[in-house]
């Protein structure tokens, strides 16, 4: 039941992250407004943030550790998946790739908005 429950609430947190459009919608034509966030949401917001750059973090050591071998040889990602070890590489170098693009975007946006307009 509590491993239902995780992924649960994993699900949604990712069609929120991946959809926040269709949220912002929904709310707007119940409430009238963009929903407020509460205290729990910001906190359960925060620690999933948080398991996203640790896990990736640990995937980045792990995987230059498939190459280099400095945590003693022991090639871990390829011990615990087998032949299915390049699923898991896909997965993660999309998740990669994806929060570097959306900072990337989120950090133009910003450069956008702070340059003067000049009128011509």
Same mark, same amino acid.
């Given at each position: ?35 407020? /966030?509460? $205290? @729990?949401?910001? %906190?359960?917001?925060?620690?999933? &943030?948080?398991?996203?750059?640790? #896990? ?33 590489? /896909?997965? $993660? @170098?999309?998740? %990669?790739?994806?929060?570097?693009? &959306?900072?990337?975007?989120?950090? #133009? ?12």
């Amino acid at each position: 039941i509590f491993i239902g429950i995780i992924q649960d609430w994993l699900f949604v947190r990712l069609d929120r992250e991946l959809f926040p459009h269709k949220y912002q919608i929904k709310d707007a034509k119940k409430y009238g407004k963009l929903d407020e /966030t509460s $205290m @729990i949401e910001t %906190i359960f917001d925060f620690a999933f &943030k948080s398991f996203v750059w640790l #896990a990736l973090g640990i995937y980045i050591i792990l995987s230059l550790n498939e190459f280099f071998g400095f945590l003693g040889g022991i090639k871990l990602i390829d011990y615990l998946f087998g032949e299915s070890c390049w699923a898991f590489h /896909t997965l $993660m @170098i999309s998740i %990669i790739a994806y929060k570097i693009n &959306k900072w990337y975007t989120k950090r #133009a946006k910003a450069t956008r908005s702070v340059q003067p307009q000049t009128a011509a």
